[in-house]
Structures are given as structure tokens and as C-alpha cells.
């Protein structure tokens, strides 16, 4: 186990097989040492976390959602790395992407669920860009979908 996966393993996560793709797309596209993972969305071992923040889900369950799609995201990282997630040099960017009513504005809130979860498990190379938007809808009823351009070597 390398030094990211015994990071995230003290923090009590384990990386689960990456999950596939749900239509007709591939989950990651590699572009020199550029890796673009797709949406990734709030899909638990237990299924699919859905919820409309600002209706019938709050923005601490929703962070919980959106930590859940950080795990996936390192999961296709892991998956692109052929295992080694170590090969992971940053994480540059992650696009967020709320479920949520108009009237709600703390998408920011929510997708810290993500930013923390990566900033603890990888510190430097955790530090990245990011959106956090509203949607009015998003697949399968999720709270939560997060996409990502990473640096891997």
C-alpha cells in the first residue's frame, strides 16, 4: 500500500473498485501526464445518495455526499494509475455540481465534503482549483456529481 492509500486507510477509507461508467462515456481520458476524470457521482456502497440540498437534504449531509464522490474520483485516479495511486502528482481541478433548490447557496459548503477529504489524504498535491455550482437536477437523483483534471506521472 502506498503512501496516499495508508493516508486515506488512517482515515478510515478504503478505495473501492473504481465504478463504471452509467452510458456512453469512459470514466477517465489520460492526455500526456493530464488524467480527466469523468463526473463522478454520490454513489455509496449502500447506492446512490440523492437528495435535493435546500428541500429534504442539508449541507452537511450533502458534504457527506460529496466526500463520497471525492472517493470515487481517487478510485479512477487509482484505476488510470494501473493501481498506484501514488503515481498522482496533483490534483488540479474539480468541477461540483450541487443538486439543489434556487434558493441555496452553499454549494461551496458542500463540496468542501470533497476538498477536505482530498486536502487530509494527500496535503500538497491535494491543493487544487475548483467550481461549486447549482444544479436543478442530477443523475439518478444524486445530491452530488464532481469531475476532475489531475497531474499523474
Known sequence: MGQFESKLAEMGVTLPEAPVPV?????????????????????GPDGPI???????MDAEAGA??????????????????GGDLDRLVRVVKLGGFVNSTPDFTDQPVVINGASN????????????????VSSPSLPLGVAVEIDGVFQIK
Request: proline share 2%.
Open 23 to 43: 452510458a456512453n462515456y469512459v470514466p477517465y481520458v489520460q492526455v500526456g501526464d493530464m488524467l480527466y476524470v469523468s463526473g463522478q457521482i454520490s454513489l
Open 50 to 56: 440523492k437528495g435535493k440540498l435546500g428541500d429534504d
Open 64 to 81: 457527506e455526499a460529496a466526500k463520497v464522490c471525492a472517493i470515487n474520483l481517487l478510485a479512477q485516479v487509482k484505476a488510470a494509475c
Open 117 to 132: 477529504l482530498i486536502g487530509e489524504a494527500l496535503g500538497d498535491a491535494g491543493k487544487h482549483a475548483r467550481a461549486a
